[in-house]
């Protein structure tokens, strides 16, 4: 059975992130929301019915602009910070999908959603319950939805990039945040009868990784 850390009670730390976080993933020494952007136009065009979406861990809906709104009816965005969520519906809520943003910590609140063709949690397992992630993908997926997902690999790094405001980022969430080890993810999922269909490598500055695992049901 995986060792995966158990988020811990009280308010959650991501409620208090302001706009640093998108000024820290957006610097050239961090770059992660430019390999965030292109990763999820891949995620998005992996799906060949992706009627309707759900994104955890939203955020300011980084790579939205590569939805087709003739092709998807509904997007869903699923985040823990009003503030981003906020951003998010300023910068997409004048598209032809519907867009439907809720605030949500899925480690201790119930949620209720549709079936979905496209489940996509991107830095997202690093700071929640596994075993409740699972149990919502499980009620939401269809026989042919495609779960995709990017964990980060920090290859003996600190798992914030140096920047000047990684010192905030790194105290606030430091004891939230859990490094996933990909065998154990993919033998958790697999046990749930998830099996992985796709492997991809994104090389970051600071030698880490982006790696994304894509899942479908057995």
Request: proline share 3%.
């Amino acid at each position: 059975m995986p060792t995966f850390k158990k988020p811990q009670k009280g308010k959650n730390p991501w409620e208090n992130i302001k706009d640093e976080y998108f000024e820290h993933m957006s610097n050239p020494q961090v770059a992660q929301t430019q390999a965030l952007n292109d990763i999820t136009e891949k995620q998005y065009k992996t799906c060949s019915s992706p009627e309707k979406i759900i994104i955890f861990g939203i955020a300011d809906g980084n790579g939205l602009e590569h939805v087709d709104e003739n092709k998807t009816t509904d997007v869903y965005g699923i985040d823990i910070n009003q503030n981003f969520l906020d951003k998010c519906r300023d910068k997409y809520n004048n598209k032809k999908y519907k867009l439907h943003l809720q605030k949500i910590d899925i480690n201790h609140e119930n949620i209720n959603l549709p079936k979905m063709n496209l489940i996509i949690a991107n830095l997202f397992l690093e700071y929640v319950d596994l075993s409740k992630f699972i149990s919502i993908t499980k009620k939401i997926i269809n026989n042919d939805s495609i779960i995709s997902i990017i964990i980060q690999k920090n290859n003996e790094n600190d798992f914030v990039s140096e920047t000047e405001h990684s010192r905030k980022l790194e105290k606030e969430l430091g004891d939230h945040h859990q490094n996933i080890n990909k065998k154990e993810l993919i033998d958790f999922f697999k046990k749930n009868n998830l099996n992985l269909t796709k492997e991809e490598i994104t090389n970051l500055p600071n030698n880490k990784e982006f790696i994304r695992l894509d899942f479908q049901k057995i």
